[in-house]
């Protein structure tokens, strides 16, 4: 049978609904997706947003790191014995060639963080290992450090 050949009531009611299925497949193919992107749009501008100030503060913390001057082995040696000095009896650092093994035994989390810190950027030393484990209110365990190749 013809659309043509069709009653006039028939026919509005068949162009009905072709009208509401194209609208139904326009909004699950062109509007639903897009309306649901720019809902979460500024959720993940902020998320971006905190992401390239965090890459950007990394970026600064690299050119820092490469405009200072590299430090000898012997010397960023000593710089790890003067910070298990500062920390007393509660740390033993003991240096077996570029290696630098440093034994905790009742230090705070502060102290502990502020050596770490101090390691990594003043003695320019690369952390190899860690075994910590928390006793209380302090901690005790052992670091292994490997000192930079740096000039004689």
Not at 93 to 110: E, I, L, Y
Not at 129 to 146: M, N, S
């Amino acid at each position: 049978m013809k659309f043509a050949q069709l009653s006039p009531r028939e026919q509005t009611g068949i162009r009905w609904a072709l009208v509401l299925l194209g609208g139904a497949v326009l909004w699950f193919v062109a509007i639903a997706p897009a309306l649901h992107v720019w809902q979460k749009s500024q959720s993940q501008l902020s998320v971006l947003a905190q992401q390239h100030a965090d890459m950007l503060a990394l970026q600064a913390q690299a050119k820092e790191w490469q405009s200072r001057n590299a430090l000898s082995t012997e010397g960023s040696a000593q710089m790890l014995q003067s910070l298990c000095a500062n920390l007393g009896e509660k740390v033993k650092c003991n240096r077996q060639a570029q290696r630098m093994t440093v034994d905790v035994k009742g230090v705070s989390p502060q102290a502990l963080a502020q050596a770490w810190t101090q390691a990594r950027s003043q003695a320019q030393a690369v952390l190899l290992e860690t075994h910590l484990q928390r006793q209380g209110d302090a901690w005790d365990g052992q670091w292994i450090w490997t000192l930079p190749e740096g000039k004689p």
